[in-house]
C-alpha cells in the first residue's frame, strides 16, 4: 500500500486528498509460467486522519453491498413489482431485501 497525502484535484475544492494505491498480488496461470499482475487498486479519500485498515475494510464490504445490490435488482425484480396500492409500492422493496437477506443468512 503507497499512500499519497496532501493531493489536489480540481472538483474537490478546498479538500485535501489522499490517494492510497493498492498493489496488486501476483498469481501464476500454472505452477511454471510466469508470474503475472492484475491492475492496481486506487482509493481516494477526503479524511486524511483515517486508518488504512478501516479504509480499505469499508471499501471490500461496500464493493459486497453493491454486488447485493445489484443482485437484489436483476435476480429477484426489486423495485419492478407489479402492485395497485399506494403503500405496497413502499414496502414490496422493503420485504424483497428482508427475504435476499434471509436467503444470504441461510446459505
Not at 472538483?11 to 498493489?23: A, C, E, F, P, T
Not at 501464476?28 to 509460467?33: P, V, W, Y
Amino acid at each position: 500500500v503507497k499512500v499519497l497525502k496532501d493531493i489536489r484535484w480540481k472538483k474537490s475544492g478546498d479538500k485535501n486528498l489522499m490517494l492510497i494505491v493498492i498493489k496488486p498480488i501476483g498469481y501464476r496461470l500454472t505452477k511454471k509460467s510466469k508470474l503475472l499482475y492484475r491492475n492496481p487498486a486506487y482509493l481516494i479519500s477526503t479524511d486524511q486522519e483515517i486508518n488504512l485498515k478501516t479504509l480499505v475494510q469499508s471499501y471490500i464490504r461496500r464493493w459486497e453491498i453493491e454486488v447485493g445490490f445489484r443482485d437484489q435488482k436483476s435476480l429477484m425484480g426489486c423495485g419492478q413489482a407489479q402492485v395497485r396500492e399506494k403503500q405496497a409500492v413502499q414496502k414490496v422493496p422493503a420485504f424483497l431485501s428482508a427475504c435476499y437477506g434471509m436467503l444470504l443468512l441461510a446459505s
